[in-house]
């Protein structure tokens, strides 16, 4: 037996958290510099102005909740998982300088695969809340996942 | 006059392109152990065995993108301008070190708003390619974008 996480593993409403993490004014300003190179994300006062103060690139925040999914706990796809890609890429609030981050996960489709029986399709909402569990990103993808016993066979 | 791109600056069929960016080897390893600490990122030898040598993240090259976006020279919004998000993320090759990226920005819809005749939806397909004119990543994203001229007003 393996922990690895099969199709069979997943539930429609299966939810999962991450532990959390912490941005810095640093880390914000350094992203930025490189990536996303806007006042509202790399000049403290110029951002006051803008944007009540600093805040993150929301490639920031996205590349942050890689990191989650990645490091979180939650993270040991079978061999054969393929990711489909991103959907729906929304930033809802600003991050800010010492807010502290956690990516929670919900399954918001299983679906068998019609033509593979040792595969099917999952889709999982990914929800990065802040320490006030307001969302301040949301996307979905979809995964092939192999199955653990594929369909038909006797095992 | 101004700079600004403004609604009626945009037509389905125009394409930009930004001036390129390279990506070492450091720069990915840095990346991925920040964000998406993965061997196929963060480790050139174990690299060679999964995906036959280091590959960026996918999010590196999307935050890169973000860079060319802002830096490449076509990037002017007018004020008012609101993004609405990003559908359809995909990495469709390999990035690796030494890779030359840069943006090609396809305008694929316009609308006009059905309430606001001062505004209007943008839609443009954001095509990452790499030196070898390969498709890398693609995206695309909608924004809403002021008109210059408010539809039924007299200049």
């Known amino acids: 037996m ?6 069979e593993d997943f539930v429609v409403g299966l939810k999962r958290e ?16 490189q990536f996303d190179p806007q006042p509202m994300h790399t000049d403290a006062q110029a951002a006051k102005a803008i944007t009540g103060g600093l805040i993150a690139s929301g490639w920031h925040t996205a590349s942050l909740t890689m990191r989650m999914l990645i ?9 054969g998982t393929l990711g489909l890609g991103f959907e729906n890429l929304r930033w809802l609030k600003p991050v800010r300088p010492g807010d502290s981050l956690r990516l929670r996960l919900e399954v918001i489709s299983v679906r068998a695969s019609r033509s593979r029986p ?3 399709i999952i889709t999982n909402r990914f929800i990065t809340l802040n320490q006030h569990d307001a969302p301040v990103q949301e996307m979905t993808s979809s995964a092939i996942v192999p199955r653990r016993h594929p369909l038909g066979q006797s095992s």
Do not use: K, L
């Open 2 to 7: 393996s922990d690895y996480a099969y199709f």
């Open 18 to 33: 991450t532990a959390p993490v912490t941005v810095s004014a640093e880390e914000i300003i350094d992203f930025a510099r």
């Open 71 to 79: 490091t979180g706990g939650h993270y040991n796809p079978a061999p």
């Open 118 to 120: 040792d595969q099917g």
